[in-house]
């Protein structure tokens, strides 16, 4: 979604002070717009309760080894998904230096 935004706003890319609110609101919805499908998350992770839940009481599945597993599937996929929401959009299309994407 950011990569729409990064074509949208393709003159912020230039270091100019008449560019300068464009930028602004470029890492306005930077930040905002990946933060926003979190809220779908939370939907689909409260079904997801209620089946492991139910599992559990029944014997099917041990908490441990479902936080396990959940972390082994999950983790990767945060990294993906930094690299298409910051990575892409902003070291390829708007020229950001590489250096500020791994910074902490």
């Given at each position: 979604m950011?990569?729409?935004?990064a074509?949208?706003?393709n003159?912020?890319?230039?270091?100019?002070?008449?560019?300068?609110?464009n930028?602004?609101?470029?890492?306005?919805?930077?930040?905002?717009?990946p933060?926003?499908?979190?809220?779908?998350?939370?939907?689909?992770?409260?079904?997801?309760?209620?089946?492991?839940?139910?599992?559990?009481?029944?014997?099917?599945l041990?908490p441990l080894n479902?936080?396990?597993?959940?972390?082994i599937l999950?983790l990767?996929?945060?990294f993906?998904y930094?690299?298409?929401?910051l990575?892409?959009?902003?070291?390829?299309?708007?020229?950001?230096?590489?250096?500020?994407?791994?910074?902490v």
């Open positions: 950011n990569c729409v935004f074509f949208v706003y003159n912020a890319k230039k270091n100019t002070q008449d560019q300068t609110m930028k602004a609101w470029l890492c306005v919805w930077y930040m905002t717009v933060v926003m499908f979190g809220t779908v998350a939370v939907y689909v992770l409260s079904d997801e309760l209620k089946a492991i839940q139910s599992e559990q009481q029944n014997g099917m041990r479902y936080v396990m597993a959940k972390s999950t990767p996929f945060v993906v930094a690299l298409f929401a990575g892409i959009p902003g070291l390829a299309l708007q020229n950001y230096p590489t250096t500020s994407f791994v910074e």
